[in-house]
């Protein structure tokens, strides 16, 4: 089994000196890495990774996941390469298809079926690895020549072939889930799964049995790559309670009413129960589905930090 991996996602910035309290605070708790997200009204992914990065030392930092259909190819070299040059190659980069139409629809880009988004997905990931290895802008070769300059390329030379930082990818359904599983460093398995008869981008949360079936898809696809790889899962909430069930029961009663209460205390993208507990959690649910990498939501991340800090330690 691969070594515990913890991330938390960055929802907002208040202020930047919250911001590097944050960060280091994570760091000091035992989180491998700080991630920002991809939505309109939300902070840029990339300056507040940059920022983390410089307020600490170890934390590694990623996009968790960006939506293709919102970056041209080459300006997204341009920034993977840029930061991860700035941060010292500790940058991690997610892609995902995209799941959230009005942001398409706000942003003038428009909405595409889900071929043409896993399409898409597969496109950037193929131009931006040619890109990284250096192919392309040969009308800058002169100037690059008589300044001594490198084309930009990023720092690491793990994912996408070898040619730049490690590649996440994330998803839910067969064909975003297959393509990690046949190109990513890490796959990271969202665990919601759309409502039927509801709107797109209505979606409940994943139990148990669906989340096992989806772990072994992604095992059974992957092949040989399998132990080389991150599987990572989000979790949704972290509760420390002493009283699991009753918690799971006000849960549902007010909040995931698609679950039952057995469900919400078996899912393993919700953490209920004691800081022993939620260790012992952790330690089954990676050698149950094969999560070995957790990413919490901001709100989580000094709830979760001491069984992290357990765990690290």
């Known amino acids: 089994m691969r070594d515990f991996r913890f991330g938390f996602s960055v929802l907002g910035i208040r202020s930047r000196k919250e911001l590097v309290e944050q960060c280091r605070a994570a760091e000091r708790y035992g989180f491998d890495i700080v991630l920002a997200a991809d939505h309109l009204g939300m902070p840029a992914p990339f300056p507040v990774l940059t920022a983390a990065a410089d307020a600490t030392t170890r934390l590694r930092v990623g996009t968790f996941v ?26 991690e980069v997610g892609l995902g298809a995209g799941y959230v139409r009005w942001e398409n629809e706000e942003a003038g880009i428009g909405w595409d079926r889900f071929t043409t988004r896993t399409d898409r997905l597969q496109a950037t990931i193929d131009e931006l690895s040619r890109l990284f290895g250096g192919q392309g802008y040969e009308q800058q070769r002169s100037l690059r020549e008589m300044l001594d300059l490198p084309i930009l390329a990023p720092l690491q030379s793990r994912g996408f072939g070898g040619l730049g930082p490690p590649l996440l990818v994330g998803g839910t359904g067969d064909t975003v889930l297959e393509l990690a599983a046949r190109q990513a460093d890490i796959v990271s398995i969202s665990g919601t799964h759309q409502i039927k008869g509801s709107p797109l981008g209505a979606v409940r949360l994943g139990t148990a049995r669906e989340t096992q079936e989806r772990a072994r898809f992604v ?60 260790a012992d959690q952790l330690h089954e649910r990676r050698e149950q589905y094969g999560f070995n990498y957790f990413t919490v939501q901001e709100p989580f991340m000094h709830a979760l930090g001491p069984v992290v800090e357990r765990l690290q330690g």
């Open 66 to 91: 960006l939506n293709t259909a919102l970056w041209n190819p080459h300006v997204l070299a341009r920034e993977i390469a840029t930061v991860d040059r700035l941060t010292g190659g500790r940058l």
């Open 219 to 278: 095992r059974q696809a992957a092949g040989d790559r399998f132990p080389g790889m991150d599987l990572n899962t989000i979790v949704q909430l972290v509760l420390v309670t002493a009283d699991r069930r009753a918690a799971a029961e006000k849960l549902v009663s007010t909040q995931l009413r698609t679950l039952t209460v057995d469900e919400a205390l078996e899912t393993p993208h919700l953490l209920i129960g004691t800081e022993d507990q939620i």
